[in-house]
């Protein structure tokens, strides 16, 4: 797990107070070009806030991306292994994060190529932060929505023939294939990993 050095974060901001931070994340140059940019000092911050459940595992790929694998224990995907890589951007908390499902998933509310529907995403707010996504991402696999779908073969399954909806999902999670599209193995350690 990654974690943050309160004393170095503090050290970092009073850097940053040197230059002149405008509303939209930029800054004014005063400061050297070493210094931390106030994306890194959000994200830094939001890492130290963070509370991250015991299914859940954060790696930091480095100071503007990061990757939470997901490990459900409830629900249809239960034992399934999920990584979705934040990408944050220069402006952020100003523009939200790119967040990606690196893992193909059968899922109403993520798209075959890793995209997910989560409303804290659309439209984002500066005053949201990597918790809020996080949760959101842990909601999709709690509580998956039919009526808000992004993949709209799997939200038809699950809104007309539930059973057919799970058995898809399993299918999917051992590597098989699902309507048009081959899955790979999951690389989980759920129950259907034993076959």
């Not at 990654?2 to 009073?14: E, I, T, Y």
């Not at 998933?105 to 932060?129: E, F, Q």
């Not at 990597?130 to 399954?157: C, M, R, S, Y």
């Amino acid at each position: 797990m990654f974690s943050v050095d309160a004393g170095a974060l503090a050290a970092r901001k009073k850097k940053v107070k040197k230059e002149e931070v405008k509303e939209d994340g930029s800054t004014d140059g005063s400061a050297s070009s070493s210094s931390v940019t106030p994306a890194q000092l959000r994200i830094a911050k939001d890492l130290a806030d963070l509370e991250i459940p015991s299914n859940v595992e954060l790696r930091k790929d480095d100071d503007m991306t990061l990757t939470f694998i997901i490990r459900p224990d409830t629900g249809h995907w239960k034992g399934g292994e999920f990584s979705f890589k934040f990408t944050f951007p220069s402006k952020y908390p100003f523009v939200g994060p790119k967040v990606v499902c690196m893992d193909p998933i059968y899922h109403p509310n993520i798209d075959l190529d890793g995209a997910p529907c989560v409303n804290v995403l659309r439209p984002w707010k500066p005053t949201y932060s990597t918790q809020i996504v996080l949760f959101g991402l842990l909601f999709l696999f709690t509580h998956p929505n039919p009526n808000d779908p992004l993949n709209q073969e799997a939200a038809k399954e699950m809104r007309d023939n539930p059973q057919l909806f799970a058995r898809n999902v399993v299918t999917a999670l051992k590597g098989g294939r699902v309507g048009g599209t081959q899955f790979p193995k999951n690389k989980g350690k759920g129950p259907f990993a034993q076959v």
